[in-house]
């Protein structure tokens, strides 16, 4: 099966700055990566996706970026705000693309 | 939009107790999803369900069982409840061969 990991943990940055998640993920059929943001007593919402036939994808202050040879895939948050403060999860699908694997998730704060 | 609810936001319950949470969507999505959410270890699977009355073991299905009887209710069942099962519980949906999942919003599930 599909495996996902996801680094770092824990992310704290300032105000302003830039944030960057990243994932590995181990079944090179997955065609599809999606990103979800978990606010705090709130469940998981999908903020953006990337599909394999691209190899960046971008929305305002975030971009999604793959790369299919290494088997990659990045979030990046740019000018980063305190409503930004979640947990973040990426994940990749199974071979029949009805099943999600997600990473452990990583904890952003945002320091004002 | 798609909206999942799941029953109860937190719920207490006693070791062997039979619990029962329950999950509804309003978009007629074939897919539905149990998942738990422990810190460090992400979102992982639970139970799956393709269909009405069809479902499928996930990566940690042992303790727990499902049910579903209409298109959109999705139920978990944990047949005698543990300490080991405390934990933020999500339900998901999704359309058939649609990647991005919608979730409800958890239930806090704690085991006295």
């Known amino acids: 099966g599909e495996n996902v990991e996801q680094h770092p943990s824990t992310l704290s940055v300032q105000e302003g700055d830039s944030a960057v998640i990243k994932c590995t993920y181990s079944d090179s059929a997955s065609n599809y990566f999606p990103w979800y943001k978990q606010e705090l007593g709130k469940g998981p919402q999908l903020i953006i996706d990337?599909?394999?036939?691209?190899g960046e994808k971008k929305d305002q202050r975030i971009a999604v970026t793959l790369n299919k040879t290494a088997k990659h895939f990045s979030l990046h948050i740019t000018e980063t705000q305190p409503e930004d403060s979640a947990v973040y999860f990426c994940a990749a699908p199974n071979n029949a693309g009805n099943m999600l694997t997600f990473g452990g998730g990583t904890r952003l704060m945002v320091k004002p | 939009d798609v909206k999942v609810t799941q029953s109860s936001r937190y719920l207490v319950k006693r070791t062997g107790e039979k619990v029962f949470l329950e999950c509804v969507q309003d978009m007629d999505h074939e897919n539905m999803f149990w998942y738990r959410q422990d810190p460090g270890l992400g979102l992982r699977l639970i139970y799956f369900?393709?269909?009405?009355?069809?479902?499928e073991k996930g990566d940690i299905p042992e303790g727990y069982s499902v049910s579903r009887e209409k298109k959109e209710r999705f139920s978990l069942i944990l047949e005698s409840a543990s300490t080991n099962q405390t934990s933020m519980y999500l339900c998901?949906?999704?359309?058939?061969?649609?990647?991005?999942?919608?979730f409800g919003d958890g239930t806090r599930l704690s085991i006295l």
């Open positions: 990337i599909r394999s036939n691209v």
């Open positions: 369900s393709y269909d009405v009355k069809m479902k």
């Open positions: 998901a949906s999704t359309l058939q061969g649609k990647g991005s999942q919608h």
